[in-house]
């Protein structure tokens, strides 16, 4: 079943978009722009990255690129969506709706209806021959979820900004909740080809979120060869990442990011969990419209 | 694929494309520069003392030849842009351009270069400057860089520096209330690129006028 990912861009002169996962929530900085406009980039690209948090085997995958901001703060940013409501430059805050990917059985997720597809590199042959038998089989599948809450950011100066968002609706039963803190160093100079980013930070969720991503049923404990794993809430990553964006002209951007994620507490020790440590590279050349 | 052969296939595709982009020209987008630029022309605070540019920094030093302009390219945009010798110039706002996604580059091909805002004070045409005003003046740009950076906050204003584009054209006098004056110092200002300035620091309640000699390139507020 095909996956739609997004990669998000770092594109800001004064103040860059961040870029932690591909399917997290993400909030480009404020553009000012004239009334009336927008900027947009879209563009494909290749991801290579786990199958599911906390697998051990990954895929590589067609990855579309989208970022879109209109003049009056509204913004798509990958697989989420927002609004700036902040006049300041130096704090950025409003609404954020975020599709969370679904799982399925084989690890992938479910695809994400309503969007152009784009077809997939598929796994290798022996690689394919291993998820025939289901490393998930068993296991519930997950539906898409749509998320909603909102982010908060603050600009320390232009350069490092402190980012939050704060996000209702993933699970099983949508009543997950995930926290994500992270800091960043924004890349600069408007006339530079190369703008490289720095991110870290942390998330945080509710015991209903690691149940469902991290969590083994006694029902599926029994169709599936895991023990039965009720995981509670608190810290669940630590991340850190890189993007390097390189203008190639006005129009043209290639943009890659560079992401290592640790899973920590009750989601590194679920029985789903065969590498608590995973990395995730991503490259696409991205046009601005 | 094992993971490694995936992870080594996903970086030899980025390095692969990042080569196809090596031609690349040296322009700049408009977008870029209007965010950049347009966050003074949005600001509520008072600015009526302030001019802001766009500045052209080349890579290399001294770069900036005579007749240099600075070109705005778009579908149906062409202008041209004067430079002054600091790479200074105005920056139209056009909506036109913005949609275009125009570009900017040089009149000079092969010099690669990076933009950025600076905020100045008004030069007067008599030269003649009231030692308030420019207290004021510099208080309306530190309000500005606080405005848009919170790590200016702690900063306070300390003087002004006069840039002058020739040495023979620097200089400066301080006249006090009781008609009394003092020549202020030249020095060559390496921010400022090798141009030679005339700093002036304010002292704690002095009142009076600087006057400078010849029209300066800029006024910097100085922040400490």
Known sequence: MNKLLFLVLGTGALAGSLAGGTARAQTPAVNPMPDGSRDMYVGLGAQSAPRYEGSGSRKVSALPVLQVEWSNGIFISGMSAGMHLSGSPTVEYGPLLAVQPGRDESGTSVEVGGVGMNGLIGPAAGEKAMFMTGRLGGMDEIGTRLQFGGFYNVYLDPQWRLSSSLLVGAGRDRDGARLELNVQRLALAAGSHHRVSLTAGVGLVNRQYNETYFGVTAAEAMRSRFGPWQPGGGLQDVHASVRWNWVLSPSWMLTSNLQAKRLLGDASHSPLTQRPTNLTVSTAFAYRF | ?224
Do not use: H
């Open chain 2, 1 to 224: 694929m094992c993971p490694v052969r995936q992870l080594i296939a996903s970086l030899a595709l980025l390095l692969a494309a990042g080569s196809a982009g090596a031609q690349a020209q040296d322009a700049v987008s408009y977008r870029d520069a209007y965010r950049a630029m347009v966050v003074f022309d949005k600001y509520g605070g008072p600015k009526n003392l302030l001019v802001n540019q766009l500045q052209v920094l080349p890579r290399e030093r001294g770069a900036l030849a005579d007749g240099l302009l600075l070109s705005l390219t778009g579908r149906s945009t062409q202008l041209n842009l004067p430079l002054d010798p600091l790479g200074r110039t105005v920056f139209p706002l056009q909506k036109a351009a913005y949609d275009e996604n125009a570009s900017l580059s040089l009149s000079r091909k092969g010099i690669a270069f990076t933009l950025r805002p600076q905020v100045s004070i008004a030069p007067r045409a008599d030269g003649v400057y009231d030692v308030a005003e420019l207290r004021s003046a510099c208080a309306q740009a530190l309000d500005f860089a606080r405005y848009v950076d919170a790590s200016q906050r702690s900063r306070q204003c300390a003087g002004v520096r006069f840039v002058f584009g020739k040495k023979a054209e620097a200089g400066a006098r301080l006249r006090r209330p009781d008609g009394t004056e003092q020549v202020l110092p030249v020095a060559n200002a390496e921010a400022e690129d090798g141009f030679p300035a005339v700093s002036w620091r304010f002292g704690g309640a002095e009142r009076g006028q600087v006057a400078t000699y010849n029209a300066p390139l800029a006024i910097l507020p100085i922040f400490e």
